[in-house]
């Protein structure tokens, strides 16, 4: 909601800017203009004026709206990932093309989103990549040294991830 309103004001103040400068210019031009001892000189000051007078109004407006879709792009994300930890939680086991399609995303930013909430410490299980299946395994059950899938030894691929060299299953720690 912070973000709409972000987008909201922005949008506002890019409004209020341009019609700042469009008010201040009309104004400028028809007094200049108006007069009989009126130049070019002046004309041009005042909508320079003008303009420096709109501008903070407009980069202001700018600013809030580009961060605001960030904002929502973030806002997003977080729900696509809150939405698989559901799932999987739930369900213990969810196929990767269930979360696609019921995530309406793609392959990559399931498997993107993953890896993130591996990264930030809330998922732990495995995926098994062969067979397109991510498993919720609580972390007391992955000690030892074989997989949970397939039995198969077990080799460290990175922090917090093991990859079972046999079925090419990744486990989370």
Known sequence: MISKSGRLVGIILIIVGVLTCL?????????????????TGGL??????????????????????????????????????RKILDMVSTRGQVNISDLVFELKSSADEVRDDIYKLVGLGLFTGYVNWKDGVLYSVEASNLTGNRCPNCGGEQVFAGKGVITCQYCGSDIFL
């Open 23 to 39: 008010v201040l210019s009309a104004v400028v031009s028809t007094a200049v203009l108006g007069s009989e001892s009126g130049t």
């Open 44 to 81: 041009v000051l005042g909508l320079a004026i003008a303009a420096i007078v709109a501008i903070p109004f407009f980069g202001a407006g700018v600013y809030l709206t580009i961060r605001g879709r960030a904002e929502e792009e973030e806002m997003e994300d977080a729900s696509r990932q």
